[in-house]
């Protein structure tokens, strides 16, 4: 890495001095929906530790504070605009206007549906799309696209931090309660890929319903549900988060509950205080007014990344800056230690994930001894030889 | 120089009154971020002297010019303490702004210069009347912060931005900023000028700029065995005071690197413990004093064998290290 990545430090360092003359921009733009329902305020109100705090708009917003001032010391403006539509349609019309006007950088948060519509709708064109909000596995898979990268992590990246901390735990066996939503479904398969990975037992897999009813009670009734069977730990497979709340401390069995509440996987955390983590909250919570959560992160960090390729490359044409924001030279800094880069085979930011409760950050993943032949961060979600990519 | 620092000695005098002088006590100082303390060692038989109550979240610290007060900032509190070192007291506290991490003293004593971490700011303080002399704006989270010899140029780095902003310390305004390797931290600079040193903990290396004419003019890079690129994550640096050998503390990599200075070659590397961060050498450099953030405890190197003496267990998450020997 050292002659090529030293080239590129000689250029920047260069710029300065002839900075103040270009008065270039370089615009981000911000796609979300509206009334998206993962943002529904009944629903942000329980403060599932699996869900967001709010719109991720925020974190973009915080990014683009701090690339003020490289931007101003390399003759470079950079500027955020946020854009909202009804649906992928909208969405996708706008990008279209917006790419015409040389914008080149959009965020999308949305759910795994509108991104597929989206990213497929703008193949072949000038740009790069960011998913901040989408786990879905298949986004990163079959409906792969060159142009979309992801900074949000991936439902698999997120089953396997969870697995290797339940092996280094020795908490082999797993009672798996699963949610009627198809998202819930995606949860659990992600959950049972990593069990097989990393040699963890689900001894049961269990339906609930979210329902008093007397005659569901089978599945509605966290006592009834964890009844009867032997296991360690309950993973809950909630992708609404109303149920999961319920089931710590209501199970038969004195046993943790992981998964979508007890001890969640995520991008980030507030409770994260190393690496610099609580000046990035305090700008956050400053400017929000609320707590940072893993959207807000994604957010704030695919900003980052336009921003570090455009500097490092000396504001080069698009598609330097979409090869630099590719390549293995990228330096990544989220905030959790390590650098972070974007792997070639599917466009996923490589990323430690935080295993968190609700105040506290309990341990990151990857976990110690669990080790890669090239980086260990890769021990989290799809590798290379199994991913479902095709670009 | 003379008539400045005899009028520095009386006013110190006076503010810290009882303040005897205290040359070479043999005592090593420790900031401890989560005792809020500075844990006071003898320097022969490593017994701890003395827990001296802090601000919260003390971390860097700095001998006065005469070497007879001890000045640790304090982030939480967002504080200078000054400890008297012939007493072990604390004796005053200046406010030197939110969220201060590291500073630098001016050779006269008069002036500190604090980064502030959360305001994106370096305050310059004026020691004698505890108030704020001027506020430089500068990029997100900055953190290292360092004098060029001669007092002229204040370099300090951006870990957000990745910039090293090269401040006139007469005029207070950013003659350059300079990007440089990703989270830059902290400097060393050789004893002209000449080149300064930048410690980028992500980027794994040290950028080295001109200090002439503020370009970046090479960087030296680290390849500890059994150690990953990714898990080299240098932070602290300290140079012998003839500007030949650096150390680099290599954070995760829980070496430090012994790096010829002329040729930037990487000469050895010393094993030491978890996170290594700070650094510090005694006074005739016969010793390196190495803090391991993440296993509580100091590692002393004979710079000699380059062979770690022994460990020694201080406080809670320890920062800084000063000897005053």
Same mark, same amino acid.
């Given at each position: 890495m050292?002659?090529?990545?030293?080239?590129?430090?000689?250029?920047?360092?260069?710029?300065?001095?002839?900075?103040?003359?270009?008065?270039?921009?370089?615009?981000?733009?911000?796609?979300?929906?509206?009334?998206?329902?993962?943002?529904?305020?009944?629903?942000?109100?329980?403060r599932?530790?699996?869900?967001?705090?709010g719109?991720p708009?925020?974190?973009?917003?915080?990014?683009?504070?701090?690339?003020r001032?490289?931007?101003?010391?390399?003759?470079?403006?950079?500027?955020?605009e946020?854009?909202?539509?009804?649906?992928?349609?909208?969405?996708?019309?706008?990008?279209?206007?917006?790419?015409?006007e040389?914008?080149?950088?959009?965020?999308?948060d949305?759910?795994?549906?509108?991104?597929?519509?989206v990213?497929?709708?703008?193949?072949?064109?000038?740009?790069?799309?960011?998913?901040?909000?989408?786990?879905?596995?298949?986004?990163?898979?079959?409906?792969?696209?060159?142009?979309?990268?992801?900074?949000?992590?991936?439902?698999?990246?997120?089953?396997?931090?969870?697995?290797?901390?339940?092996?280094?735990?020795?908490?082999?066996s797993?009672?798996?309660?699963?949610g009627?939503?198809?998202?819930?479904?995606?949860?659990?398969?992600?959950?049972?890929?990593?069990?097989?990975?990393?040699?963890?037992?689900?001894a049961?897999?269990?339906?609930?319903?979210?329902?008093?009813?007397?005659?569901?009670?089978?599945?509605?009734?966290?006592?009834?549900?964890?009844?009867?069977?032997?296991?360690?730990?309950?993973?809950?497979?909630?992708?609404?988060?109303?149920?999961?709340?319920g089931?710590?401390?209501?199970?038969?069995?004195?046993?943790?509950?992981v998964?979508?509440?007890?001890?969640?996987?995520?991008?980030?955390?507030w409770?994260?205080?190393?690496?610099?983590?609580?000046?990035?909250?305090?700008?956050?919570?400053?400017?929000?007014?609320r707590?940072?959560?893993?959207?807000?992160?994604?957010?704030?960090?695919?900003?980052?990344?336009?921003v570090?390729?455009?500097?490092?490359?000396?504001?080069?044409?698009?598609?330097?800056?979409?090869?630099?924001?590719?390549?293995?030279?990228?330096?990544l800094?989220?905030?959790?230690g390590?650098?972070?880069?974007?792997?070639?085979?599917?466009?996923?930011?490589?990323?430690?994930?935080?295993?968190?409760?609700?105040?506290?950050?309990?341990?990151?993943?990857?976990?110690?001894?669990f080790?890669?032949?090239?980086?260990?961060?890769?021990?989290?979600?799809?590798d290379?030889?199994?991913?479902g990519?095709?670009? | 120089m003379?008539?400045?620092?005899?009028?520095?000695?009386?006013?110190?005098?006076?503010?810290?009154?009882?303040?005897?002088?205290?040359?070479?006590?043999?005592?090593v100082?420790?900031?401890?971020?989560?005792?809020?303390?500075?844990?006071?060692?003898?320097?022969?038989?490593?017994?701890?002297?003395?827990?001296?109550?802090?601000?919260?979240?003390?971390?860097?610290?700095?001998?006065?010019?005469?070497r007879?007060?001890?000045?640790?900032?304090?982030?939480?509190?967002?504080?200078?303490?000054?400890?008297?070192?012939?007493?072990?007291?604390?004796?005053?506290?200046?406010?030197?702004?939110?969220?201060?991490?590291?500073?630098?003293?001016?050779?006269?004593?008069k002036?500190?210069?604090?980064?502030?971490?959360?305001?994106?700011?370096?305050?310059?303080?004026?020691?004698?009347s505890?108030?704020?002399?001027?506020?430089?704006?500068?990029?997100?989270?900055?953190?290292?912060?360092?004098?060029g010899? !001669?007092? *002229?140029?204040? #370099? $300090?780095?951006?870990?957000? +931005? %990745?910039m @090293?902003? /090269?401040? &006139?310390? =007469?005029?207070?305004?950013?003659?350059?900023?300079?990007?440089?390797?990703?989270?830059?931290?902290?400097f060393?600079?050789?004893?002209?000028?000449?080149?300064?040193?930048?410690?980028?903990?992500?980027?794994?290396?040290?950028?080295?700029?001109?200090?002439?004419?503020?370009?970046?003019?090479?960087?030296?890079?680290?390849?500890p065995?059994?150690?990953?690129?990714?898990d080299?994550?240098?932070?602290?640096?300290?140079?012998?005071? !003839?500007? *030949?050998?650096? #150390? $680099?503390?290599?954070?995760? +990599? %829980?070496? @430090?690197? /012994?790096? &010829?200075? =002329?040729?930037?070659?990487?000469?050895?590397?010393?094993?030491?413990?978890?996170?290594?961060?700070?650094?510090?050498?005694?006074?005739?450099?016969?010793?390196?004093?190495?803090?391991?953030?993440?296993?509580?405890?100091?590692?002393?190197?004979?710079?000699?064998?380059?062979?770690?003496?022994?460990?020694?267990?201080?406080?809670?998450v320890?920062?800084?290290?000063v000897?005053?020997?």
């Open positions: 050292g002659a090529r990545l030293w080239a590129v430090l000689a250029l920047a360092a260069l710029l300065p001095v002839a900075a103040g003359a270009a008065g270039a921009t370089v615009r981000v733009a911000h796609l979300e929906i509206v009334g998206d329902a993962r943002y529904d305020a009944t629903r942000l109100e329980f599932g530790l699996a869900l967001p705090l719109r708009y925020a974190g973009a917003e915080v990014a683009l504070r701090e690339a001032f490289v931007g101003k010391a390399i003759g470079v403006e950079f500027a955020l946020r854009v909202a539509g009804a649906d992928a349609g909208e969405l996708t019309a706008a990008v279209a206007r917006l790419n015409e040389g914008v080149r950088y959009f965020l999308i949305a759910e795994a549906a509108v991104v597929a519509e990213a497929r709708a703008l193949r072949g064109r000038e740009l790069l799309l960011f998913n901040v909000s989408a786990p879905d596995d298949a986004l990163r898979g079959a409906q792969c696209q060159p142009h979309l990268l992801h900074t949000a992590p991936s439902h698999a990246m997120q089953a396997d931090a969870l697995a290797q901390y339940l092996v280094s735990k020795k908490w082999r797993v009672l798996l309660l699963q009627p939503l198809p998202e819930d479904a995606l949860l659990a398969q992600a959950f049972e890929r990593a069990a097989k990975r990393f040699g963890l037992k689900i049961e897999r269990r339906a609930f319903v979210l329902s008093n009813d007397p005659r569901q009670r089978e599945q509605g009734n966290v006592a009834l549900l964890t009844a009867g069977a032997e296991y360690d730990v309950v993973l809950v497979a909630d992708s609404d988060g109303e149920f999961a709340r089931v710590p401390y209501r199970g038969v069995l004195a046993r943790p509950v998964g979508s509440e007890g001890l969640v996987a995520s991008a980030w955390h409770a994260w205080e190393r690496h610099g983590a609580p000046q990035l909250n305090a700008r956050v919570e400053k400017h929000a007014g707590k940072m959560a893993a959207p807000d992160w994604a957010a704030w960090m695919a900003v980052k990344t336009v570090e390729a455009v500097v490092r490359t000396a504001n080069a044409p698009f598609a330097a800056v979409s090869a630099y924001i590719k390549g293995d030279e990228i330096t800094d989220g905030f959790k390590n650098r972070l880069g974007y792997r070639p085979w599917n466009n996923q930011l490589r990323q430690p994930l935080l295993l968190a409760t609700h105040n506290a950050v309990i341990e990151r993943a990857p976990i110690d001894g080790l890669h032949q090239h980086n260990n961060l890769d021990t989290l979600g799809y290379q030889r199994d991913s990519c095709a670009f | 003379k008539p400045n620092i005899a009028a520095t000695l009386l006013l110190t005098t006076a503010l810290a009154s009882g303040a005897a002088y205290a040359k070479g006590t043999g005592y100082f420790v900031s401890s971020e989560k005792d809020h303390a500075v844990t006071v060692l003898d320097g022969k038989s490593w017994q701890v002297v003395k827990t001296i109550a802090t601000g919260e979240r003390p971390r860097d610290m700095r001998l006065s010019p005469e007879n007060e001890l000045y640790v900032v304090s982030s939480e509190d967002g504080r200078v303490d000054v400890i008297d070192i012939a007493q072990l007291k604390l004796t005053r506290s200046l406010p030197v702004g939110e969220d201060p991490e590291m500073f630098d003293l001016s050779a006269d004593g002036r500190l210069y604090v980064t502030n971490e959360e305001d994106a700011q370096v305050s310059v303080i004026d020691v004698a505890g108030t704020l002399a001027a506020a430089i704006e500068v990029g997100e989270e900055p953190e290292g912060v360092r004098l010899p !001669d007092g *002229r140029r204040l #370099y $300090v780095t951006s870990e957000v +931005a %990745n @090293v902003h /090269v401040i &006139d310390t =007469a005029s207070h305004e950013i003659l350059a900023n300079v990007v440089v390797g990703n989270r830059p931290r902290r060393a600079i050789t004893p002209d000028g000449a080149e300064v040193w930048v410690t980028a903990e992500l980027g794994g290396q040290v950028t080295i700029l001109d200090g002439a004419n503020n370009t970046v003019k090479g960087a030296v890079t680290f390849t065995k059994g150690f990953r690129a990714d080299v994550t240098p932070v602290g640096i300290v140079m012998t005071r !003839d500007g *030949r050998t650096a #150390y $680099v503390t290599l954070g995760r +990599a %829980n070496h @430090v690197a /012994v790096v &010829d200075v =002329a040729s930037r070659k990487v000469e050895a590397m010393i094993l030491v413990g978890k996170r290594a961060w700070g650094a510090a050498l005694n006074r005739d450099e016969s010793r390196l004093l190495v803090v391991n953030g993440l296993s509580d405890d100091i590692s002393i190197v004979d710079t000699k064998s380059r062979k770690v003496l022994r460990s020694v267990p201080v406080g809670r320890p920062h800084s290290v000897v005053d020997d």
